[in-house]
């Protein structure tokens, strides 16, 4: 045996002293290489220039009770592999470790370990060169009683006051998911992020019920924010209207963000209620392609896919043979499209007006950048500060009432013609329009909240 290796079993009982945490049960195994810990709502933010990570552990299994908010500065971000051979991105920490009478630097991964049988795992570049593992034995250097873990996390138990609100998304680095989170939590309420991907449900007249990942059940909560990604719509609104079911506040329902996902239909509903859009066409057969383009002003004119976003999918064609051609690549795809005049004076810029709760809080024109004619920002397009007239505020709150959408990114242009509506948003992004502005805009999702629960300032 090597002299002053700490001998541990395959089971044993450490502290991590910077998080808080007195006290929690490990599983060693000296098989994975990395250590990890049970994490929730993880939410990445910046400190001081660092990026740093602010998560909630409950550090006792079975116990939802007890629970310790911790922080820690991010060290990295990395791909795992799971022993079932799930592979996902997490966060990486460093921190104390305190086990037996010796403490020194671990890195752990964070990640959702309900479905486990322990809160923690230490991996062997942790223990390498400082302890040895005897597989046989269990809690070599001790255990505390029941009596003195609830001695050890009296003060854990206290809830945060205010509601408790579920970010429902796909990303919880993401700019607009962290600033929500955080503003949510500046205004004193629990705020958990729901990982779409994560949720399952359970259909029933009596009692639905939606679990997360190791069997928890997602109930209690006063509301939810829906920011659900184009691409996972059909199981994220199912989620949603999931929550409606249970009684839960959604800030967009599920109806609302299903029909401002369908640019057909949501452009037939904006015209019904009276919001002008630029000349549209759709068509089902390439044969009737020339007519099409006819029915739009003839060229230039803007190609779009039905399900395209962030600029993407949206085609300019400058003369009629580029438009045929690239309305029949399109329909050879199977693809469906519309067809839009293209407001040349408009000069590659559109307005930007967010809508909260029927008031418009924030407005950014956004100009395209050199040789591209799509204002977003996710294109390459800048923002700045803009006054819209009356009239585009106008339009823009009668669009988000038309879609029946509490918070919605409406884009307007300016057309010889007067204000246009391009498109609404029911999951526009914060990050432009608050850089722009620096409105908090995610406070003000959370007034929304707070108004229908009748709490004021």
């Not at 919001?275 to 549209?280: A, E, K, Q």
């Amino acid at each position: 045996m090597k002299q002053g290796k700490i001998i541990l079993g395959s089971e044993e009982w450490c502290s991590l002293p910077e998080l808080g945490i007195p006290a929690i049960k490990a599983r060693v195994d000296s098989g994975a290489k990395t250590s990890a810990l049970h994490a929730v709502n993880i939410a990445p933010f910046i400190k001081e220039g660092e990026d740093w990570v602010r998560f909630d552990i409950n550090p006792i299994q079975k116990n939802e009770k007890t629970i310790i908010h911790c922080e820690s500065k991010l060290i990295d971000k990395r791909i795992v592999k799971s022993s079932s051979g799930y592979r996902e991105q997490r966060y990486v920490i460093q921190t104390m470790l305190e086990i037996g009478n010796e403490i020194w630097p671990i890195e752990m991964t964070l990640t959702n370990r309900d479905s486990m049988g322990f809160r923690m795992l230490l991996g062997r570049e942790a223990m390498s060169g400082r302890t040895m593992v005897d597989p046989e034995e269990k809690y070599v250097l001790g255990q505390p009683s029941v009596e003195s873990l609830k001695e050890l996390y009296k003060n854990a138990s206290a809830r945060r006051t205010g509601l408790k609100i579920g970010l429902l998304a796909s990303n919880p680095s993401l700019y607009s998911n962290r600033r929500i989170m955080e503003a949510g939590e500046a205004r004193g309420h629990e705020m958990h992020f729901l990982n779409i991907k994560e949720c399952y449900m359970k259909l029933d007249a009596d009692k639905p019920e939606i679990h997360y990942r190791g069997g928890k059940v997602l109930d209690n909560f006063d509301a939810v924010i829906p920011r659900i990604r184009p691409s996972i719509t059909f199981y994220g609104c199912a989620l949603t209207r999931q929550f409606e079911a249970m009684k839960v506040f959604c800030l967009n329902s599920a109806k609302a963000i299903t029909q401002s996902r369908d640019k057909l239909y949501s452009l037939q509903l904006l015209l019904h209620h009276g919001v002008d859009i630029p000349t549209t066409g759709f068509a089902n057969s390439p044969l009737d392609t020339d007519d099409l383009i006819k029915m739009v002003g003839g060229t230039p004119l803007i190609v779009k896919l039905l399900e395209g976003t962030q600029g993407k999918g949206v085609v300019l064609a400058e003369t009629k043979k580029a438009a045929e051609s690239v309305i029949n690549a399109f329909k050879s795809l199977n693809a469906n499209i519309l067809v839009q005049e293209f407001i040349k004076e408009a000069n590659g810029k559109d307005l930007r007006l967010f809508v909260v709760d029927g008031k418009v809080v924030a407005a950014i024109q956004r100009e395209a950048a050199a040789g591209e004619f799509r204002a977003n920002i996710h294109m390459g397009g800048t923002a700045s500060i803009i006054k819209p007239t009356a009239e585009e505020k106008k339009i823009a709150i009668k669009a988000a009432k038309a879609m029946d959408l509490k918070v919605a990114g409406v884009d307007i242009i300016r057309s010889s013609k007067g204000p246009l509506l391009l498109e609404v948003n029911s999951s526009p992004g914060l990050e432009g329009i608050e850089g722009a502005t620096n409105k908090d805009i995610a406070g003000e999702m959370i007034k929304a909240i707070e108004k229908n629960f009748k709490i004021h300032e």
